[in-house]
């Protein structure tokens, strides 16, 4: 791995960019960083072994702009790349940007003022999601508006931290659209896990939520632009899905089985259910024979992590009752009738 330009001027944000087979949508992204109205600010561009024109693009911006570096390195995924650039970063604070997307040019500025007149670990803004056909609409969260304490947090954020009872994230999910202190990342050793290859923000946010004393939340302000670019949807087949989200889940086990101020056990079932779920309907876009989809959702099924996931789990009354005969089928293996039901 080498870094390019090493920059001396010291400056208070650092935002730390992956880049990946984006060569379409990068200059879209670092067009809206340069131009912030926030102007003590790096912007750390990753190439994570790139096989397109991004590493050549990168080191242009390197060279046009100042405040750009850059990271060359071999691919090893979205939590290796920003573990690259934060280690590289330099700012008091520091953002996460992912490279197909891009922010209002006030975003840091206005980031910058709250966390810093607020003193909190990290602020959070809402988003501002953008559809295939233009259409947009904001994005905001099922929690108030202002600046959470360590009660707070407690009260409000530590029952839905890995995941609701509604089978749905909590809150603090995406890091892209936050901005944390960088000492708080160091105290708590707060990178990303890269053995988790695919939903890499729910095991970094539930960790620094959990160690947060304070963080404030911009309600109603959509800083940042979230693109459903083609061939970037979360929801398409991934081959080996099941295993990264077992072992996810696993890690999440290994820090929460031993916290003693909250019991997570409940939160860590629905977090294995969601992921089974989630696979489950996944297989069917695989293009994989009927055959082989079968052979796949049956491993899911048997599966040991599941299996655990369903001991002495009683069903949330915010449940519908499609989702509640989905998740029935799936606890009695009835993996025909799981077929017919989601198609």
């Known amino acids: 791995m080498s870094c390019l330009d090493n920059r001396k ?3 208070l944000v650092s935002v730390v960019v992956p880049v990946y087979k984006v060569e379409k949508y990068l200059d879209r992204c670092v067009k809206s960083l340069v ?4 102007k003590d600010i790096e912007i750390i561009l990753v190439d994570d072994g790139s096989p397109d024109s991004c590493p050549g693009l990168c080191d242009e911006y390197r060279n046009k702009y100042e405040n750009i570096r850059v990271v060359h390195k071999k691919n090893g995924g979205l939590s290796s790349a920003r573990n690259a650039g934060l280690s590289e970063a330099k700012g008091e604070y520091v953002g996460f940007v992912d490279s197909d997307d891009d922010v209002d040019i006030h975003m840091y500025e206005r980031m910058y003022q709250v966390i810093t007149s607020e003193k909190v670990d990290f602020v959070m803004s809402d988003y501002i999601r953008v559809l295939d056909e233009g259409n947009q609409h904001l994005k905001t969260l099922d929690i108030q508006e202002g600046r959470y304490d360590k009660a707070a947090i407690r009260e409000k954020i530590f029952p839905q931290l890995i995941m609701g009872e509604n089978l749905e994230y909590g809150p603090l999910l995406s890091v892209w659209h936050c901005l944390y202190r960088t000492e708080f990342l160091k105290e708590h050793q707060l990178t990303f896990d890269e053995e988790v290859r695919w939903s890499e923000d729910n095991i970094f946010s539930a960790f620094a939520g959990y160690y947060a004393d304070s963080f404030y939340y911009l309600k109603g302000e959509g800083l940042y632009h979230y693109y459903n670019n083609p061939g970037t949807i979360t929801t398409a087949y991934r081959p080996g899905a099941w295993n990264v989200y077992c072992t996810m889940n696993r890690h999440l086990h290994q820090f929460f089985d031993s916290v003693s101020e909250y019991d997570f056990q409940r939160q860590l079932k629905l977090h294995m259910i969601f992921y089974a779920c989630n ?9 994989e024979s009927k ?13 040991q992590e599941l299996k655990e996931a369903f001991a002495k789990f009683s069903f949330p009354k915010e449940w519908s009752w499609k989702l509640k005969l989905q998740v029935m089928l799936m606890k009695h293996k009835w993996k025909k009738l799981y077929s017919i039901l989601i198609g």
């Not at 131009?35 to 926030?38: H, I, S």
């Not at 055959?291 to 599966?303: F, T």
Request: aromatic share 4%; with cysteine; proline share 0%.
């Open 9 to 11: 001027n010291k400056t």
């Open 291 to 303: 055959e082989k989809q079968m052979e796949i959702r049956k491993r899911i099924l048997n599966s």
């Open 35 to 38: 131009n912030q109205t926030y």
């Open 279 to 287: 696979c489950m309907g996944q297989v069917g876009q695989s293009g």
